[in-house]
T-cell receptor
Protein backbone atom coordinates (compact mmCIF):
# COMPACT_ATOMS: atom_id res chain seq x y z
CA UNK A 1 0.00 0.00 0.00
CA UNK A 2 2.98 2.32 -0.34
CA UNK A 3 3.15 3.02 3.38
CA UNK A 4 -0.55 3.79 3.89
CA UNK A 5 -2.98 1.02 4.81
CA UNK A 6 -6.70 1.56 4.57
CA UNK A 7 -9.13 -1.03 5.85
CA UNK A 8 -11.50 -2.50 5.11
CA UNK A 9 -11.30 -2.30 1.33
CA UNK A 10 -15.03 -2.93 0.99
CA UNK A 11 -17.66 -2.33 3.64
CA UNK A 12 -21.40 -2.73 3.68
CA UNK A 13 -23.57 -1.21 6.35
CA UNK A 14 -27.23 -0.81 7.07
CA UNK A 15 -28.83 2.58 7.37
CA UNK A 16 -28.60 4.00 10.87
CA UNK A 17 -25.31 2.31 11.71
CA UNK A 18 -22.04 4.05 12.39
CA UNK A 19 -18.95 2.66 10.71
CA UNK A 20 -15.26 3.39 11.21
CA UNK A 21 -12.71 3.34 8.40
CA UNK A 22 -9.10 2.77 9.37
CA UNK A 23 -6.07 4.60 8.01
CA UNK A 24 -2.59 3.66 9.22
CA UNK A 25 0.71 5.00 7.90
CA UNK A 26 4.36 4.11 8.43
CA UNK A 27 5.78 7.02 6.46
CA UNK A 28 6.32 9.16 9.56
CA UNK A 29 4.30 11.90 7.88
CA UNK A 30 2.82 14.60 10.07
CA UNK A 31 -0.30 15.49 8.12
CA UNK A 32 -3.16 13.16 7.29
CA UNK A 33 -6.29 13.74 5.20
CA UNK A 34 -9.62 12.12 4.43
CA UNK A 35 -11.28 12.65 1.07
CA UNK A 36 -14.50 11.36 -0.34
CA UNK A 37 -14.68 10.50 -4.06
CA UNK A 38 -17.95 10.42 -5.95
CA UNK A 39 -18.36 10.16 -9.73
CA UNK A 40 -18.32 13.61 -11.32
CA UNK A 41 -17.50 15.38 -8.06
CA UNK A 42 -13.80 14.84 -7.72
CA UNK A 43 -12.15 14.54 -4.34
CA UNK A 44 -13.83 16.43 -1.53
CA UNK A 45 -12.06 17.08 1.75
CA UNK A 46 -13.73 15.72 4.88
CA UNK A 47 -11.15 16.26 7.66
CA UNK A 48 -7.45 16.85 7.93
CA UNK A 49 -4.92 16.76 10.74
CA UNK A 50 -1.46 18.26 11.09
CA UNK A 51 -0.49 16.89 14.50
CA UNK A 52 -1.65 14.46 17.15
CA UNK A 53 -4.82 15.52 18.97
CA UNK A 54 -5.59 18.27 16.47
CA UNK A 55 -7.66 18.26 13.30
CA UNK A 56 -9.63 20.61 11.11
CA UNK A 57 -12.96 20.28 9.33
CA UNK A 58 -12.81 20.14 5.58
CA UNK A 59 -15.51 21.13 3.12
CA UNK A 60 -17.95 18.29 3.84
CA UNK A 61 -17.39 17.37 7.52
CA UNK A 62 -21.07 17.05 8.47
CA UNK A 63 -21.94 13.49 9.47
CA UNK A 64 -18.31 12.47 9.93
CA UNK A 65 -15.93 12.39 12.88
CA UNK A 66 -12.22 11.70 13.28
CA UNK A 67 -9.57 11.25 15.94
CA UNK A 68 -5.80 11.56 15.91
CA UNK A 69 -4.52 9.87 19.05
CA UNK A 70 -1.37 8.60 17.36
CA UNK A 71 0.75 10.02 14.58
CA UNK A 72 0.36 6.81 12.60
CA UNK A 73 -3.42 6.58 12.74
CA UNK A 74 -6.32 8.75 11.56
CA UNK A 75 -9.60 6.79 11.66
CA UNK A 76 -12.76 8.18 10.10
CA UNK A 77 -16.21 7.42 11.51
CA UNK A 78 -19.16 7.74 9.18
CA UNK A 79 -22.11 8.40 11.43
CA UNK A 80 -25.80 7.78 10.87
CA UNK A 81 -26.15 11.55 10.43
CA UNK A 82 -24.36 11.39 7.08
CA UNK A 83 -27.25 11.46 4.61
CA UNK A 84 -25.53 9.91 1.62
CA UNK A 85 -22.58 7.86 2.89
CA UNK A 86 -22.16 5.48 -0.05
CA UNK A 87 -18.85 6.53 -1.62
CA UNK A 88 -15.19 5.76 -2.09
CA UNK A 89 -13.06 7.10 0.78
CA UNK A 90 -9.41 7.96 0.35
CA UNK A 91 -6.91 8.62 3.10
CA UNK A 92 -3.76 10.60 2.31
CA UNK A 93 -0.65 11.77 4.09
CA UNK A 94 1.67 14.69 3.54
CA UNK A 95 5.30 14.88 4.59
CA UNK A 96 7.04 17.39 6.78
CA UNK A 97 6.74 21.13 6.28
CA UNK A 98 7.93 22.23 2.88
CA UNK A 99 6.85 19.00 1.22
CA UNK A 100 3.33 19.39 -0.08
CA UNK A 101 2.88 16.16 -2.01
CA UNK A 102 -0.06 14.01 -0.94
CA UNK A 103 0.40 10.25 -0.87
CA UNK A 104 -2.85 8.29 -1.08
CA UNK A 105 -3.93 4.98 0.32
CA UNK A 106 -5.78 2.42 -1.80
CA UNK A 107 -9.17 3.54 -0.52
CA UNK A 108 -12.23 2.03 1.15
CA UNK A 109 -15.53 1.61 -0.65
CA UNK A 110 -18.53 2.00 1.64
CA UNK A 111 -21.97 0.88 0.52
CA UNK A 112 -25.05 1.57 2.58
CA UNK A 113 -27.80 -0.96 2.03
CA UNK B 1 -12.79 28.82 1.17
CA UNK B 2 -10.84 27.81 -1.90
CA UNK B 3 -12.78 26.72 -4.97
CA UNK B 4 -11.10 24.90 -7.85
CA UNK B 5 -12.87 24.58 -11.16
CA UNK B 6 -11.64 22.14 -13.79
CA UNK B 7 -12.60 21.60 -17.42
CA UNK B 8 -13.32 19.77 -19.54
CA UNK B 9 -14.85 16.93 -17.56
CA UNK B 10 -14.16 14.51 -20.42
CA UNK B 11 -11.64 14.70 -23.24
CA UNK B 12 -11.00 12.36 -26.15
CA UNK B 13 -7.91 12.71 -28.32
CA UNK B 14 -6.25 10.66 -31.01
CA UNK B 15 -3.00 8.97 -30.10
CA UNK B 16 -0.14 11.34 -30.78
CA UNK B 17 -2.20 14.50 -30.38
CA UNK B 18 -1.91 16.91 -27.47
CA UNK B 19 -4.31 17.21 -24.54
CA UNK B 20 -4.90 20.31 -22.44
CA UNK B 21 -6.77 20.47 -19.14
CA UNK B 22 -7.50 23.80 -17.49
CA UNK B 23 -8.19 24.79 -13.90
CA UNK B 24 -9.00 27.99 -12.10
CA UNK B 25 -8.77 28.75 -8.40
CA UNK B 26 -10.38 31.40 -6.26
CA UNK B 27 -8.01 32.14 -3.38
CA UNK B 28 -4.97 34.18 -4.35
CA UNK B 29 -3.16 32.86 -1.24
CA UNK B 30 -2.91 29.37 -2.78
CA UNK B 31 0.75 28.66 -3.35
CA UNK B 32 1.10 25.10 -4.63
CA UNK B 33 -0.65 23.41 -7.54
CA UNK B 34 -0.27 19.65 -8.04
CA UNK B 35 -1.74 17.42 -10.72
CA UNK B 36 -2.73 13.84 -9.99
CA UNK B 37 -3.47 10.94 -12.32
CA UNK B 38 -5.88 8.21 -11.30
CA UNK B 39 -6.02 5.09 -13.40
CA UNK B 40 -9.10 2.91 -13.21
CA UNK B 41 -9.34 1.15 -9.87
CA UNK B 42 -6.16 2.74 -8.53
CA UNK B 43 -5.25 5.54 -6.16
CA UNK B 44 -4.40 9.07 -7.38
CA UNK B 45 -0.69 9.65 -7.96
CA UNK B 46 1.20 12.87 -8.40
CA UNK B 47 2.45 13.45 -11.95
CA UNK B 48 3.65 17.04 -11.80
CA UNK B 49 3.37 20.10 -9.59
CA UNK B 50 4.18 23.79 -9.66
CA UNK B 51 4.71 26.42 -7.01
CA UNK B 52 3.34 29.93 -7.13
CA UNK B 53 6.75 31.49 -7.79
CA UNK B 54 7.16 29.53 -11.04
CA UNK B 55 5.33 30.12 -14.31
CA UNK B 56 5.99 26.87 -16.12
CA UNK B 57 7.39 23.42 -15.44
CA UNK B 58 8.04 20.55 -17.80
CA UNK B 59 8.72 16.86 -17.32
CA UNK B 60 9.16 14.96 -20.58
CA UNK B 61 5.74 14.93 -22.30
CA UNK B 62 3.97 16.71 -19.46
CA UNK B 63 4.02 20.42 -18.71
CA UNK B 64 2.14 22.71 -16.37
CA UNK B 65 1.68 26.45 -16.68
CA UNK B 66 0.52 28.88 -14.03
CA UNK B 67 -0.92 32.37 -14.44
CA UNK B 68 -1.16 33.86 -10.96
CA UNK B 69 -2.76 37.07 -12.14
CA UNK B 70 -5.62 35.24 -13.80
CA UNK B 71 -5.61 32.49 -11.17
CA UNK B 72 -5.53 29.65 -13.61
CA UNK B 73 -3.20 26.78 -14.36
CA UNK B 74 -3.14 24.16 -17.08
CA UNK B 75 -1.81 20.69 -17.77
CA UNK B 76 -0.41 19.94 -21.21
CA UNK B 77 0.28 16.41 -22.40
CA UNK B 78 2.02 16.08 -25.75
CA UNK B 79 2.32 13.02 -27.98
CA UNK B 80 -0.42 11.25 -26.07
CA UNK B 81 -0.31 7.49 -25.69
CA UNK B 82 -3.04 4.98 -24.75
CA UNK B 83 -1.50 4.61 -21.29
CA UNK B 84 -2.23 8.29 -20.68
CA UNK B 85 -5.93 7.35 -20.49
CA UNK B 86 -7.03 8.08 -16.93
CA UNK B 87 -8.76 10.67 -14.77
CA UNK B 88 -6.66 13.74 -14.07
CA UNK B 89 -7.21 16.01 -11.07
CA UNK B 90 -5.85 19.46 -10.49
CA UNK B 91 -5.54 20.84 -6.97
CA UNK B 92 -4.68 24.02 -5.12
CA UNK B 93 -2.99 24.10 -1.74
CA UNK B 94 -3.21 26.89 0.79
CA UNK B 95 -1.44 27.08 4.12
CA UNK B 96 -2.71 28.49 7.40
CA UNK B 97 -1.38 27.96 10.91
CA UNK B 98 0.80 25.05 9.90
CA UNK B 99 -2.02 23.37 8.02
CA UNK B 100 -2.07 22.87 4.26
CA UNK B 101 -5.58 22.53 2.89
CA UNK B 102 -5.57 20.81 -0.51
CA UNK B 103 -8.67 21.37 -2.65
CA UNK B 104 -9.24 19.32 -5.80
CA UNK B 105 -11.09 19.94 -9.04
CA UNK B 106 -13.78 17.54 -10.24
CA UNK B 107 -11.44 15.67 -12.54
CA UNK B 108 -11.05 15.20 -16.29
CA UNK B 109 -11.49 11.79 -17.84
CA UNK B 110 -8.97 11.57 -20.67
CA UNK B 111 -9.40 8.94 -23.34
CA UNK B 112 -6.60 8.43 -25.85
CA UNK B 113 -7.87 6.65 -28.94
CA UNK B 114 -5.30 4.38 -30.62
Amino acid sequence: DGGITQSPKYLFRKEGQNVTLSCEQNLNHDAMYWYRQDPGQGLRLIYYSQIVNDFQKGDIAEGYSVSREKKESFPLTVTSAQKNPTAFYLCATRGSSGANVLTFGAGSRLTVL
Amino acid sequence: GENVEQHPSTLSVQEGDSAVIKCTYSDSASNYFPWYKQELGKRPQLIIDIRSNVGEKKDQRIAVTLNKTAKHFSLHITETQPEDSAVYFCAASIGSGGYQKVTFGIGTKLQVIP
